[in-house]
């Protein structure tokens, strides 16, 4: 399938690592010139290295996305250097794992901290990108959230919530007319588990192989968990010219997971 996404600008937040990375590749194999954001810039410099062997203009800003002021420094260079860009991965997040089994034990600030990278980043960065897509009279924003953040609601609470409101926040945006009408969808992408080397599933099965299988059989119909390409594919679709009438959509990304409908 054509996606028609050559040429196009990307910014991709949290795109030096997982699922946020593996959409960066992917759109970059489609022609699109990727921005991508995250703290490390050693993690940056790798992830530039891997995506510059697809021919397309990159930017790698490093900024902390607990820091307010954060989205703005990475749109100032996005903005200077490219004048916005007409597609937005809202990936950076998690927290998941945060805080402590024991709800009242939890520091206040895990709620915060949470709310902040998952909810308060995508709004940030929403609200810079859209008077470019609008100039475009083309957009498109896509949130990746969690299926903890729709109706299967487990999860940590602040996970939950601050997914639930990165839901709530495309979902509003999407019945917004003088934004769809320039030809700017909101949807959002809700993974399940997903193996990312270096983060908290490979750490519980290096811990112990047979107990994580015994879960992950129990756990995830398919018998494993899913890739961060899975995702990315799922992601470069609704950004494509192929998705116009996607908006407002909440996509579950978890190969039968959840047990909600
Ligand atoms: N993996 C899963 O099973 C799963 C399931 C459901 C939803 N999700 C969601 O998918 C998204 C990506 O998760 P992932 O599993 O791919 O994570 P990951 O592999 O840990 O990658 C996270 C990315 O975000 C960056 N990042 C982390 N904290 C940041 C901060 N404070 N400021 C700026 N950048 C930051 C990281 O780089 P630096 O560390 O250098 O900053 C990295 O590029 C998250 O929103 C997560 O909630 C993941």
């Known amino acids: 399938m054509e996606l028609g996404l050559s040429g196009k600008?990307?910014?991709v937040t949290g795109g030096s690592h997982g699922i946020g990375l593996a959409c960066a590749k992917r759109l970059a194999q489609e022609g699109c010139h990727v921005a991508i954001c995250s703290r490390s810039q050693a993690r940056l410099d790798a992830a530039i290295a891997e995506l510059k062997t697809h021919g397309v203009k990159?930017?790698?800003?490093a900024a902390d996305m607990l820091d307010e002021h954060a989205a703005?420094?990475?749109m100032d260079v996005v903005d200077r250097e490219w004048g916005g860009v007409q597609i937005l991965?809202?990936?950076?997040?998690?927290g998941g794992r945060w805080g402590k089994e024991i709800v009242e034990d939890t520091d206040l600030n895990v709620w915060s901290e949470v709310y902040e990278k998952n909810a308060m980043a995508a709004v940030?960065?929403?609200?810079r990108c859209l008077p470019h897509m609008r100039r475009a009279k083309w957009g498109r924003v896509v949130a990746i959230t969690s299926i903890y953040g729709?109706?299967?609601?487990?999860?940590?609470?602040w996970f939950t919530m601050a997914k639930a409101a990165e839901t709530g926040?495309?979902?509003s945006l999407s019945s917004m007319t003088y934004l769809v009408r320039e030809g700017i969808t909101f949807n959002s992408v809700a993974p399940g588990g997903i193996y990312i080397p270096g983060t908290g599933f490979e750490e519980e099965k290096k811990r112990d192989p047979e107990r994580f299988?015994?879960?992950v059989d129990e756990l995830y119909p398919l018998g494993r968990l899913g890739t961060p390409e899975e995702v990315a594919a799922v992601v470069a679709f609704l950004c494509s010219t192929e998705a116009s009438l996607v908006n407002g959509a909440n996509i579950t990304v978890d190969g039968g997971q959840s047990r909600a409908f």
């Open 9 to 11: 600008f990307a910014l």
């Open 58 to 61: 990159l930017l790698a800003v």
């Open 72 to 74: 703005d420094r990475v």
């Open 89 to 94: 991965v809202n990936n950076v997040g998690g």
């Open 124 to 127: 940030r960065f929403t609200r």
């Open 150 to 157: 729709g109706k299967e609601g487990a999860g940590r609470p």
């Open 169 to 171: 926040l495309m979902k």
């Open 213 to 215: 299988q015994r879960v």
